[in-house]
């Protein structure tokens, strides 16, 4: 099946980008060069294995396997032309049966049909579940108190949330921090508001769903979340703010959430 062979080799590709952006570039400190090595390694994942590449290998080894297949595949793949014997069983009465039905629902649907459905469901359900958090999250957006910055919505939530962003909305309860924490926080969501961060982590979510069975997908959506935020940590200390004190800021946050930003 094309299709399952497709989503086998973007699989190990995805694998490999991410293991080899572990290993190789996550201590690296050129966050917007890591950001787009991540995606477009995962173009590149998710590309290939569409191409059709070219047989690099010598004519001598081609012509060597090709006739070894020509010898295999008889063997292996029965001739499509040639009918299987009919099995007939007959009863004491002379009455004669089948002894198998050519019209199974098995054979209509084989394996791999049913193991695309299955995962398909899945992929439906997490779908599902993901809408449903938007929305909330859409709800939250719309029936808050909200207050307008440069470049950003503020949201006032009431709980304990950790401080986050949302395309140009900033949510968080300013009740929770002092008016300098406040602004370090507000500085640090104003960098993700501006860079668009919020498509990185959407589509993210996206590559998570679809191929949910791949533990190297949330490797990659944890390498990308870290990029972003290393990102606008730097932006923000780049704007002048004293360092210890930021960082004493997001410490307090994290402390305060249990989450991060």
Known sequence: MELLRYFLLANLLI???SG????????????NANRLTLWLGLIAALALPWL???????????????????????????????QSPQVIITYPDGRTYPAFNSSITAD???????????????????????GWQLTSLIKLLRHTFREEYDGFTLI????????????????????????DELEQILRHERVHVRARHSLDMVAAELLCIVFWINPAVYLFRRLLHQTLEFSADRAVLNEGVEAKAYQYSLLKVNLTTGQSS
């Open 108 to 130: 209509n649907w084989p394996w791999q049909t049913w193991l695309v459905f299955g995962y398909g469901f899945v992929v439906l359900l997490l779908l599902l579940r993901f």
């Open 156 to 179: 006032h939530a009431e709980n304990d949330t950790a401080p986050f962003s949302f395309f140009e909305w900033v949510v968080l309860n300013p009740h929770q921090h002092d008016p």
């Open 20 to 31: 080899a952006f572990y290993g190789l570039l996550r201590r690296e400190t050129s966050f």
């Open 15 to 17: 694998a490999v980008l």
């Open 52 to 82: 059709e590449l070219p047989d690099w290998r010598p004519q001598p080894v081609r012509a060597a396997m090709q006739r070894t297949a020509q010898l295999i595949t008889p063997g292996v793949q029965p001739d499509p032309t040639v």
